[in-house]
């Protein structure tokens, strides 16, 4: 069992930057890959950015490449989402999530999700 905390969201302006955060608690935290997904209001939660258990990345190239960094810290338990250059199409619900080994991009292949943190961007 692997129960998670996102914290870090907040109330930002356009072209500013917040980094998010995961703490995960279970064991075996390194044996997991984390991904962050988003949801907008009125959207489908969608895919940004995951990390394998051994580091390998994947972004979102439509949303995240090239402004927002995934990284983790396997001493802490916590996997972080550093996001640059924020746009108002940032704004969402972001949440991260856990599943063995290797990340992907399909949200129902997640085994523990978090509860969430709001981002909101302001124009």
């Known amino acids: 069992q692997v129960q998670l905390v996102e914290s870090g969201g907040g109330l930002v302006q356009a072209g500013g930057s917040l980094r998010l955060s995961c703490a995960a608690s279970?064991?075996?935290?390194?044996?997991?890959?984390m991904g962050w997904f988003r949801q907008a209001p009125g959207k489908e939660r969608e895919f940004v950015a995951g990390?394998?258990?051994?580091?390998?990345?994947?972004y979102n190239r439509d949303s995240a490449k090239g402004r927002f960094t995934i990284s983790r810290d396997n001493a802490k338990n916590t996997v972080y989402l550093q996001m640059n250059s924020l746009k108002p199409e940032d704004t969402a619900l972001y949440y991260c999530?856990?599943?063995?080994?290797?990340?992907?991009?399909?949200?129902?292949?997640?085994?523990?999700w978090g509860q969430g943190t709001q981002v909101t961007v302001s124009s």
């Open positions: 999530a856990a599943r063995r080994l290797i990340a992907t991009m399909n949200q129902a292949e997640y085994d523990y």
């Open positions: 279970g064991r075996s935290f390194s044996n997991y890959a």
């Open positions: 990390i394998n258990w051994r580091g390998g990345i994947t």
